[in-house]
C-alpha cells in the first residue's frame, strides 16, 4: 500500500503540474494573440500615418513648383527663369511620382536601386555620418 500511496501523490503531482504547465500556456497564448493585435492595430495606424505623410509631401512639392513658377516669371533673366522652370518640373514630377506609386512600390523601388548601387549608398550613408557626428559632436565641444 505504501507504494501505491506513492504512486497515488506522484499521479497527483504530475497532474497538478500538467494542469499549471496548461493554465500558463494558456495565458501565454492569450497574451500573444493580444500582441498580435496590438501589432496589426500598429501596423494599420502607421500605413495610415505613412501614406497621410506621402499626400502631404505630394501636396507640398505642387505647391513649391507653383511657388517657384511664380518666382521665376518675376525674373528678368532667361536663364534663371528656365532654371526654375525646370526645377519647378522636377518638382511636380516627383509629386506626380508620390501620387502615382504605392509606399510598397516606393519601397520596393528604392531596395532595387539601393541593391543596384550598393556602394553609391554606403558612400551616401558614411557621408551623412560624418555630417551628423560633426553637427553633433560640436554641440558636445562647446
Partial sequence: ????????????????????????????????????????????????????????????????????????????????VQRMSDLADRLDATAAYLDEHSLEEIGDEVTLKAQANVWQVVGIAFLIGLILGFLLGSGKRR
Fill in 1 to 80: 500500500m505504501t507504494g501505491n500511496g506513492t504512486q497515488d501523490k506522484g499521479d497527483e503531482a504530475a497532474q497538478e503540474f500538467q494542469a499549471r504547465i496548461d493554465q500558463a500556456s494558456k495565458q501565454i497564448n492569450d497574451e500573444l494573440a493580444d500582441i498580435r493585435l496590438q501589432l496589426l492595430e500598429l501596423r494599420n495606424d502607421l500605413a495610415l500615418r505613412a501614406a497621410s505623410a506621402k499626400e502631404r509631401v505630394a501636396g507640398e512639392l505642387k505647391a513649391a513648383a507653383a511657388r517657384v513658377r511664380q518666382e521665376g516669371q518675376k525674373n528678368e533673366d532667361t536663364e534663371a
